[in-house]
């Protein structure tokens, strides 16, 4: 740390072209390669910004109070999508302490325990949909038998949402989520669904259940958070909650479909997979690029370089997650990684606020899959699956298996 600061390195073009499969994008291998933190430009918004990739450099960047969410609101900083997925009062935004305690009002909903509680019902959905593939025959899109309806059923019954509305929740969430469906429609679907969740939780306040809505709107009373914030709470965590489980599920179930001596072993050792879908998690290439900046609120020195005050720093887990100096072998799947700290729920005060929901759903899917289908395989070769384009997070379109 006593070297003199550098000048700041030459800024790439990060395109963010669509990569082949769960292949892992060469820009995040080189600047990984490099070892500290790099300059970057994506395609939207204006300037450059900083990023991180290495395992300590982004676990440095997403703890340091000195970089704040709340200074990128209204800011148009060089990124990957065209508009913002969160609303501007959203959690994503918040800096401690307005952060600790906007999460604080559902953190009650989200302890590993409750979230266990869920698992049997969450059994009972997936068996029904199992069920449903199953009287289809092979070959069928799992997708669309299960990792679909399922993240959308777990999240929205956990949340509170009736079922005739769940195809609204979807058709929203595919709007807000896009990279490719152009701002105005993005943005239009974001207020859309803001609107909706202000409604119900109306509702919730004249008459409450044991929903997560319920929960925030009596933190609303007593205070916890304004109908603002709520609102755009509600939404982060309904699109997150459906969006992610859904295509990272979809990943797991392809990866072991094209790693059959994992896929074999989990059959034969289903104690296993607990440990399976860490590393499955520190394996998947969830998104493309990467998602919201922080911005420096002074200079901040850090090793050779100085982050000046304003800039925009941007963290990858997922090239954390592959860091050599982090993970022997990073770029194989092994499911024997006892030691696996993996970041794919992020670091620090904005760790994904549902990472017990989606370890126990994944857990739940694959256990059933397993299960119930010993002979699951991929209907097509792998390189006729066709993968999601020119989107946020990754994922197959279908993925037609047989049995
Ligand atoms: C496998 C599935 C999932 C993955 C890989 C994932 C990943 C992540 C990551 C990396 C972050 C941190 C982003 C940052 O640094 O700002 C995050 C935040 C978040 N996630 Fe997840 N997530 C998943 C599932 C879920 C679920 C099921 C929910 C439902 C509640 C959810 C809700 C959120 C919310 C609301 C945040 C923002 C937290 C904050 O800013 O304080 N996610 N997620």
């Given amino acids: 740390m006593s070297s003199q600061p550098k000048d700041p390195p030459q800024a790439r073009f990060w395109n963010v072209e669509d990569v082949p499969g769960l292949d892992f994008d060469p820009f995040m291998e080189q600047t990984l390669a490099q070892g500290s933190l790099a300059r970057v430009k994506l395609p939207h918004g204006e300037g450059e910004?900083?990023?991180?990739?290495?395992y300590e450099d982004v676990k440095f960047v997403t703890c340091d109070p000195r970089l704040s969410r709340q200074a990128l609101v209204g800011r148009d900083v060089t990124r990957l999508a065209p508009h913002f997925i969160p609303l501007d009062d959203a959690v994503g935004f918040a800096d401690p302490p307005e952060h600790t305690r906007l999460r604080k009002t559902v953190s009650k909903v989200f302890t590993t325990r409750r979230i266990a509680?869920?698992?049997?019902?969450?059994?009972?959905?997936?068996?029904?949909?199992?069920?449903?593939?199953?009287?289809?025959g092979p070959p069928a899109d799992v997708m669309e038998h299960l990792n679909t309806p399922f993240s959308l059923a777990g999240?929205?019954?956990?949340?509170?949402?009736?079922?005739?509305?769940?195809?609204?929740?979807?058709?929203?969430?595919?709007?807000?989520?896009?990279?490719?469906?152009?701002?105005?429609?993005?943005?239009?679907?974001?207020?859309?669904?803001?609107?909706?969740?202000?409604?119900?939780?109306?509702?919730?306040?004249?008459?409450?259940?044991?929903?997560?809505?319920?929960?925030?709107?009596?933190?609303?009373?007593e205070g916890g958070l304004s109908r603002r914030e709520l609102v755009a709470f509600a939404v982060l965590m309904q699109i997150s909650g459906m969006n992610s489980?859904?295509?990272?599920?979809?990943?797991m179930i392809?990866?072991?479909?094209?790693?059959?001596?994992?896929?074999?072993?989990?059959?034969?050792?289903p104690e296993l997979l607990p440990?399976?879908?860490?590393?499955?998690?520190?394996?998947?290439?969830?998104?493309?690029?990467?998602?919201?900046?922080?911005?420096?609120?002074?200079?901040?020195?850090?090793?050779?370089?100085?982050?000046?005050c304003g800039e925009p720093v941007y963290a990858s887990y997922l090239a954390a997650n592959r860091d050599p100096e982090r993970f022997a072998e990073p770029h194989a799947l092994d499911f024997d990684r006892d030691f696996n700290p993996h970041l794919a729920f992020g670091n620090g005060p904005h760790y994904c606020v549902g990472a017990s929901l989606?370890?126990?759903?994944?857990?739940?899917?694959?256990?059933?899959?397993?299960?119930?289908?010993?002979?699951?395989?991929?209907?097509?070769?792998?390189?006729?699956?066709?993968?999601?384009?020119?989107?946020?997070?990754?994922g197959p379109q279908a993925l037609p298996v047989t049995w």
């Fill in 245 to 251: 489980v859904r295509f990272n599920s979809a990943n």
């Fill in 275 to 308: 440990q399976a879908v860490e590393e499955l998690l520190r394996f998947i290439p969830h998104r493309n690029a990467v998602g919201m900046a922080r911005v420096a609120t002074e200079d901040i020195r850090y090793g050779e370089v100085t982050i000046r």
């Fill in 117 to 136: 509680q869920l698992r049997p019902r969450a059994e009972q959905i997936v068996n029904r949909l199992l069920d449903g593939m199953e009287r289809c």
């Fill in 155 to 221: 999240m929205s019954e956990l949340m509170g949402v009736p079922e005739e509305d769940w195809p609204k929740m979807a058709d929203w969430t595919r709007k807000v989520i896009s990279a490719g469906i152009g701002r105005a429609v993005s943005e239009q679907a974001k207020e859309e669904i803001g609107e909706y969740f202000d409604a119900l939780a109306t509702e919730r306040g004249r008459s409450p259940r044991d929903d997560l809505l319920s929960h925030m709107v009596a933190a609303e009373r």
């Fill in 49 to 54: 910004a900083w990023l991180a990739a290495k």
């Fill in 358 to 394: 989606a370890r126990m759903e994944s857990e739940v899917m694959l256990r059933a899959l397993l299960d119930r289908f010993p002979g699951l395989e991929l209907a097509v070769a792998p390189e006729e699956i066709q993968w999601r384009r020119g989107e946020l997070i990754r």
């Fill in 254 to 269: 392809y990866l072991l479909l094209t790693h059959p001596e994992q896929h074999a072993r989990l059959r034969r050792e």
